[in-house]
């Protein structure tokens, strides 16, 4: 009997607020982990507001204002899934976009191929969402962890290592981070061997004895994917306990500012890493980018968060433009081989299989000022660490 | 034999920081019975204090001042905690106060993130204490070495303040009798609040502690709560000893699992925890459970009866509602609503064997997650049509539950959610490593109904029929005789033994059940979402269950219902906003404190004592 009150009151609930939808602005449905992972979600919606200043301060797109609608999903699928339907049928958002973890992004991937929303998955790394698990509706903004890890096992290649040990978080990114590397440092250099894998779980590591453990495989080479906490730990263990000494490590995401400004003077010294060199550049468009965003946010620095946030509007923008409109049919139309200009200048959303052709930072790790930052960097494009087109057309389902 | 010692010295200085959280955590629930689940976020205070001190107080004694500090200003926050939340509730029924601190730990989440903001913080490194010492060869961190020699003190100064002082001889009174230290004239509320001062100072110093190992963030709180419980069970609740002993054994052979099977890191400590309690169902040193042996704490229980022609045509009316609602609504309305009746169906499915069966569960996701992957699997390997895969799914399930119940029903009270616990966290940790078939972490996706089935409105009719229907069937059986012996054996398990009935078989029958029809709600999750992941079998899945039979009112037939309800709508509002975990918190301890005995309950009450219930009509 009481539940006949409360269901009432629950479907009273349901039905208050079916907003009105304002004609002026065009709207886009923006899902992430803001609380769960604030120190990744942050950034990136600063270089979001960063990118809609600029937009909207240049006369919108198509006349009208460009809008994100940003949601919390708690870090859960089923719980973005909703959202998104809320998003797209009540809050008249024209396409959606979002999310860190790579879970979060494939469920809302899966479920925008059932209903025909458009989705511009932002920073998950997960190959699948393009790959195995791609769809006509999924896009991908970031460089995926394939291509990351090639990078990386290019440069591996190139020293006379040839025992590796390797360390990665227990979960799939950590499994799919370290299969790439081997996968192609063992085409590149048939001769290594892996001496030890160590799988920490996820923010929970237990530094000391993986660190042992390691120390232990005698490696000639470490190639690292722990990051923030975990990366924390074991830097610290690794270092206190000489692991790294004479030794070559290879790091995924460790030269990104998320992960190594925490570790301030005791960042690693002479790891190769992947990351976001911002306070090095002197000119063009990644400059302007750094200056346009401490001018917007004087008290804080570029995180490549800010960077990914910042391209995924410009992006949308771009797509929106090139379209003319903002109906599906057409946005999707517009995807294709869609150009446009960023801080790391012109990528193209491949019409193969819906990959941006962002690219990543790598140079080596040293102190400055007491401060971990990266030299000797460079820009790599993504595409030739890319499997070949028809690999990735075997491994797509048929659009 | 030089990297074994070298393994062994990490283990134990790991043991530190666990052992000082958890001794705490036993020493609360031994004294005061409640399950803290905030204790995490008190070791997580810990640490941003003793950080936030470090970086004022230099020096040798700047260092271990801050630590000696931030225990007592965490203990003196607990105390905060204690006085404004739980005092309120100490009479509610049994385990509701665990609501009431989840609450808090959304609060701290929040005000952690606001004063010390979102980024991560390296913890300083102990001064004087920074470099290496070589033991047999191998490198062993000197802090590791100080940590491993200030534990024992620890543990002494603990055992002498039990065993020796006046206070410690109340506080063991307390946990073994505490009516009768009650009826001897010891006060007892400034007993609880000593325990709890001292109990979340040492979760405090435990943060404070293990700062030049690691620093502080923001998800530390939830990621040593779980090896925190372990510990605490292991070793048998109550006891310091035992917590110690157990953090010991978890860290060190956590650190051999590292060495010698790498994979293990997930799921080592719970196959330890399963172990232990099969073989001593009471942990290591802990005694057999007296509360809630007999008979339940708190106000009895009244009898139930079915619900009588306005409650039956009241619950017709809605049903009637809830049909003509995508006649009216938009889709999303009607995603919400599925949404939300998958989540109570969930919820009521754990109430029949809380509420009923007097068996809490702490890991009932893994029965929801668990059938919502015997459809997506089944789905994904051998193209089953959707409706035979969906059939499968509280079959998956009510068999999963058979298995791990069997296990499970030789425990009773805490030591039974515990198995329960650990059993849910080894099927999680199957799934999760378990890649090339359930896709690990990025799960199994494209698991979308039938043709028929694939619209809103249709899916939401689908959902409306079994979800509701699963719903009501668990109520009719509560009410048959299977539902009365099942709460004979909750109320007195001896005299139901008496009389005839097989007691451990109803209860397993009863699990066995539950766990379908929570089966049944994965199914219907995982075909509405067209996607499944790990965290749906998570422990904070099972949680989320626990705390609304809780919110609803755990004595009542509809509590899970309601709870679910109510905290579903709250969370699709309150998500909106920036701060929505701090409102989220205070709403659910104002809530606790405003009616200790669940919504339902309270009402029930508010309406007798307002005369507008009948206490015939107030029985359902």
Redesign the interface.
């Known amino acids: 009997?009481?539940?006949?009150k409360?269901?009432?009151?629950?479907?009273a609930?349901?039905?208050i607020g079916?907003s009105v939808h304002a004609a002026d602005t065009i709207k886009i449905g923006e899902i992430n982990h803001y609380?769960r992972l604030?120190?990744f979600a942050?950034p990136y919606k600063k270089g979001i507001e960063l990118a809609l200043s600029e937009i909207n301060g240049s006369g919108g797109v198509l006349g009208k204002e460009l809008e994100f609608i940003f949601?919390?999903?708690?870090?859960?699928?089923?719980?973005a899934?909703?959202i998104a339907?809320?998003l797209m049928?009540?809050d008249g958002a024209v396409m959606l976009t979002g999310t860190i973890l790579?879970?979060v992004g494939?469920?809302i991937?899966?479920?925008a191929?059932?209903k025909g929303y458009i989705y511009l998955a932002a920073e998950p790394l997960?190959d699948?969402l393009v790959w195995k698990?791609g769809n006509p509706y999924t896009f991908r903004l970031r460089a995926s962890t394939y291509v990351q890890a090639a990078m990386l096992a290019e440069e591996a290649a190139k020293t006379d290592a040839i025992r590796y040990a390797t360390i990665a978080p227990?979960?799939?990114?950590g499994?799919a981070a370290v299969e790439a590397f081997k996968v192609n440092l063992k085409k590149l250099k048939p001769e290594v061997e892996f001496v030890?894998?160590?799988?920490?779980?996820l923010?929970?590591i237990?530094?000391?004895?993986?660190v042992?453990?390691i120390e232990?495989a005698k490696p000639d080479a470490i190639y690292n994917v722990t990051f923030?906490?975990d990366l924390?730990?074991f830097v610290?263990?690794g270092t206190?306990?000489?692991v790294f000494e004479g030794r070559k490590v290879y790091g995924l995401l460790t030269g990104e500012p998320e992960y190594l400004?925490?570790?301030?003077d005791?960042a690693p010294e002479g790891w190769f890493v992947t990351g976001y060199p911002w306070y090095s550049f002197t000119s063009g468009p990644e400059k302007e980018f750094v200056d346009a965003y401490i001018a917007e946010f004087p008290d804080e620095t570029p995180k490549i968060g800010s960077l990914v946030g910042y391209m995924t509007a410009k992006s949308i923008a771009a797509l929106i433009d090139k379209a003319g409109s903002t109906e599906t049919a057409a946005l999707l139309d517009a995807f294709k081989d869609l150009k446009v200009e960023t801080p790391m200048g012109e990528i193209t959303y491949r019409s193969l299989d819906h990959q941006s052709t962002m690219g990543a930072y790598v140079g080596t790790t040293t102190l400055k000022d007491g401060k971990g930052v990266m030299v000797d960097w460079s820009y790599k494009d993504p595409a030739p660490y890319m499997p070949s087109d028809d690999e990735i057309k075997a491994m797509r389902p048929a659009d | 034999m030089g990297?074994f010692v070298?393994?062994l010295l990490?283990?134990l200085?790991?043991a530190a920081a666990l052992f000082l959280v958890a001794s705490g955590l036993s020493l609360i629930f031994g004294v005061t019975r409640i399950v803290n689940f905030a204790h995490g976020s008190l070791y997580m205070l810990g640490a941003y204090v003793g950080l936030t001190l470090m970086n004022h107080l230099p020096g040798h004694f700047g260092f271990w001042g801050s630590i000696v500090l931030s225990g007592l200003i965490v203990g003196l926050i607990g105390v905060a905690i204690e006085i404004c939340v739980l005092r309120p509730v100490y009479r509610a029924p049994e385990l509701f106060q665990l609501v009431a601190t989840f609450g808090v730990i959304l609060v701290i989440?929040?005000l952690a993130?606001m004063i010390w903001g979102?980024?991560?913080?390296?913890g300083p490194?102990a001064p004087g204490l920074?470099?290496?010492v070589r033991i047999l060869g191998?490198?062993v961190?000197q802090y590791?070495l100080a940590l491993i020699a200030i534990t024992p003190f620890i543990l002494f100064g603990l055992w002498w303040f039990i065993t020796k002082t006046r206070t410690g001889i109340l506080v063991r009174a307390a946990t073994q009798d505490r009516e009768m230290v009650g009826a001897l004239g010891v006060n007892q509320s400034w007993l609880f609040t000593g325990v709890f001062f001292l109990g979340s100072a040492l979760a405090g110093l435990g943060g404070a502690i293990q700062l030049p190992?690691?620093?502080a963030?923001?998800?530390?709180d939830l990621?040593i709560i779980s090896?925190v419980f372990v510990v605490v069970v292991v070793g048998g609740m109550g006891s310091i000893p035992g917590a110690f002993i157990a953090a010991v054994l978890i860290s060190v052979l956590?650190?051999f699992g590292?060495?010698y099977l790498?994979?293990s890191?997930?799921v080592l400590m719970y196959v330890v925890m399963a172990v232990v309690l099969m073989v001593k169902p009471y942990g290591l040193l802990g005694r057999e459970e007296k509360a809630g042996e007999h008979g339940q704490v708190g106000e009895i229980e009244r009898p139930i009866r079915p619900?009588?022609t306005?409650?039956r045509s009241?619950?017709g009316?809605?049903l009637v509602?809830?049909f003509c609602?995508p006649l009216f609504?938009?889709?999303?309305?009607q995603?919400?609503?599925t949404?939300?009746v998958i989540f109570c169906l969930f919820a009521a499915s754990l109430q029949f064997i809380l509420s009923s069966g007097g068996l809490v569960s702490f890991g009932h996701a893994v029965f929801f997650g668990g059938g919502a992957y015997v459809s997506a699997l089944l789905v994904t390997y051998s193209d089953t049509p959707m409706e035979v895969a969906f059939l499968l799914a509280p079959l998956g399930a009510g068999l999963l539950a058979l298995g791990i119940g069997w296990f499970c029903i030789r425990l009773s009270g805490v030591y039974f959610a515990m198995l329960t616990l650990a059993f849910s966290q080894l099927v999680w940790s199957l799934v999760?490593?378990w890649?090339s078939v359930t896709?690990?972490?990025?799960?199994l996706?494209?698991i979308?109904p039938s043709e028929w089935l694939?619209g809103?409105t249709a899916y939401y009719y689908f959902t409306l029929a079994l979800g509701t229907g699963g719903i009501l069937v668990l109520r009719h059986i509560i009410h048959s005789p299977f539902g009365y012996t099942l709460r004979a054996t909750r109320d007195s398990a001896r005299q139901a033994e008496a009389t005839g009935i097989d007691v451990k078989r109803v209860q397993w029958m009863a699990f066995a059940f539950a766990g379908a029809m929570a089966g049944l709600a994965g199914g219907l999750?995982v075909f509405s979402?067209?996607?499944i992941?790990p965290?749906?079998l998570e422990i904070a899945k099972s949680f989320d269950a626990l705390i609304v039979v809780f919110l609803g009112g755990v004595k009542?037939l509809?509590g899970g219902?309601?709870g679910g309800?109510?905290m579903?709508?709250v969370k699709?509002?309150l998500?909106?906003l920036e701060y929505?975990?701090l409102i989220l918190g205070l709403l659910i301890i104002a809530v606790v404190i405003i009616a200790p005995d669940g919504?339902?309950g309270s009402?029930?009450k508010l309406g007798e004592k307002t005369g507008l219930l009948k206490e015939q009509?107030s029985m359902?």
Do not use: C
């Open positions: 009997m009481k539940q006949v409360t269901l009432l009151a629950a479907a609930l349901a039905v079916s609380k604030a120190a942050e949601r919390d999903d708690q870090g859960k699928p089923g719980e899934v909703k339907e809320e049928t009540r790579s879970n494939l469920a991937s899966s479920f191929a059932e997960a699948a698990s227990n979960y799939a990114y499994t030890t894998e160590q799988w920490p779980a923010f929970k237990d530094a000391g004895s993986e042992q453990a232990s923030g906490p924390a730990k610290r263990e206190t306990r000489g400004e925490p570790l301030k005791e | 990297l070298a393994q990490t283990g200085a790991n989440q929040d993130l979102a980024e991560d913080q390296l490194r920074k470099s290496i191998e490198p961190p590791d190992k690691g620093g963030d923001l998800l530390m990621n090896s956590n650190v590292v060495a790498p994979q890191t997930l619900a009588g306005v409650g009241l619950v009316l809605l509602a809830l609602v609504a938009s889709t999303f309305t995603v919400l609503i949404d939300i999760f490593q890649g896709g690990g972490d990025d799960g996706v494209n979308w694939s809103t999750f979402k067209g996607s992941f965290n749906e009542t509809s219902v309601v309800v109510f579903e709508s699709d509002w998500t909106r929505w975990r919504i339902v009402l029930r009509e359902q």
